[in-house]
Nanobody
């Protein structure tokens, strides 16, 4: 069974940085990409960033463009999300997920494995 385990969340002041990691117990069969999503209290889950396994093509939500960077280590089946210049509105539970397609990375429906999430809290 595939497990995705996120880590690296925590409490940080506005303007600070965090690095999230997502380790897959094994590469999910048919996985072509990985993504990060987040969900704040009372809000719907939203796409943050996605990256393809093969060439590392990435896509970002407008709200994090220029502040967040997604990367992957194919040998370690690990995906990272480097977050800088954090804002209070970035506060959320962050989830990583595995996608069965390398297109439409922003669409949550293309992801079929999800982690349990890690909390990120940004204080003002």
């Amino acid at each position: 069974q595939v497990q995705l385990v996120e880590s690296g969340g925590g409490l940080v002041q506005a303007g600070g940085s965090l690095r999230l990691s997502c380790v897959a117990s094994k590469r999910p069969s048919g996985s072509l990409a990985m993504g990060w999503f987040r969900q704040a209290p009372g809000k719907e889950r939203e796409f943050v960033a996605g990256i393809t396994w093969n060439i590392g093509a990435s896509r970002y939500a407008d709200s994090v463009l220029g502040r967040f960077t997604i990367s992957r280590d194919t040998a370690e089946n690990t995906v990272y999300l480097d977050m800088s210049n954090l804002k209070p509105e970035d506060t959320a539970v962050y989830y990583c997920a595995s996608a069965y397609t390398a297109t439409e990375l922003q669409n949550g429906a293309t992801y079929n494995y999800w982690g349990q999430g890690t909390q990120v809290t940004v204080s003002s």
